[in-house]
Nanobody
Framework: QVQLVESGGGLVQPGGSLRLSCAASGSAFSMYAMGWYRQAPGKQRELVAVIGSDRSTNYANSVKGRFAISRDNAKSTVYLQMDSLKVEDTAVYYC???????????WGQGTQVTVSP
């Protein structure tokens, strides 16, 4: 069993930056693909960024060049650095962990990011 706890959300003006963190409990963190998803009011949850156990990354087109995902396996933590934030980035951001060697998938409770003038 893995627990994921997000932090770092908040209110920021357009053009600003935030750094989200997701701390994982449990073992074998390095064997998890870790991702960030977001869900805006009235919209479906969407992938923002993912980083594999091999540190390969993938981003939604809407955040390419502005967001960066990284991981620290020693701290069992994944980060999402968000720069040049836009109003449309406003959403609840969720951390996801997917075990690459088995059918295990975990979600955090979410953290609110609000971008507003």
């Amino acid at each position: 069993q893995v627990q994921l706890v997000e932090s770092g959300g908040g209110l920021v003006q357009p053009g600003g930056s935030l750094r989200l963190s997701c701390a994982a409990s449990g073992s074998a963190f390095s064997m998890y693909a870790m991702g960030w998803y977001r869900q805006a009011p009235g919209k479906q949850r969407e992938l923002v960024a993912v980083i594999g156990s091999d540190r390969s990354t993938n981003y939604a087109n809407s955040v390419k060049g502005r967001f960066a995902i990284s991981r620290d396996n020693a701290k069992s933590t994944v980060y999402l650095q968000m720069d040049s934030l836009k109003v449309e980035d406003t959403a609840v951001y969720y951390c996801n962990g997917r075990y690459e060697l088995g059918p295990y998938d975990y979600w955090g409770q979410g953290t609110q990011v609000t971008v507003s003038p």
